[in-house]
């Protein structure tokens, strides 16, 4: 399969930056969409970011104009510019992937990382 790991995740008092980032690693034939998402206490997860191959994005209304999401399709990295941070952003984030890898045939995959911490004080 394809393992995602994270790191970057911290903390951090409103109004700073934090930088996330993502590798995948495996037999990864090719990776279509990576994004981010995250997860606060007693809520679901959500999609905060996403980028296609082609570097295509996709943002949640909360976030736009204050991250940035990229990626390295050479690297197979993704990574989430965090900037105006804001104490409604604390919450675990997880990296996702998704794509082709090779085990015996050509195959499809979907991971996750297991989570970053961000917690962001007012």
């Known amino acids: 399969q394809v ?11 409103a109004g700073g ?5 993502c590798a995948a690693s495996g037999s990864i034939f090719g990776i ?9 206490p007693g809520k679901q997860r959500e999609l905060v970011a996403s980028i296609t191959s082609g570097g295509g994005t996709n943002y949640a209304d909360s976030v736009k104009g ?14 989430l510019q965090m900037n105006s941070l804001k104490p409604e952003d604390t919450a675990v984030y997880y990296c996702r992937a998704e794509g082709l890898f090779v085990r015996d045939t050509i195959r499809s ?3 996750w990382g ?3 911490q961000v917690t962001v004080s007012s």
């Not at 393992?3 to 008092?13: A, D, Y």
């Not at 279509?32 to 606060?40: I, K, L, P, V």
């Open 3 to 13: 393992q995602l790991v994270e790191s970057g995740g911290g903390l951090v008092q």
């Open 17 to 21: 930056s934090l930088r996330l980032s």
């Open 32 to 40: 279509n969409a990576m994004g981010w998402y995250r997860q606060a």
């Open 66 to 79: 204050r991250f940035t999401i990229s990626r390295d399709n050479a690297k197979n990295t993704v990574d």
């Open 109 to 111: 995959f979907t991971s």
């Open 114 to 116: 297991q989570g970053t």
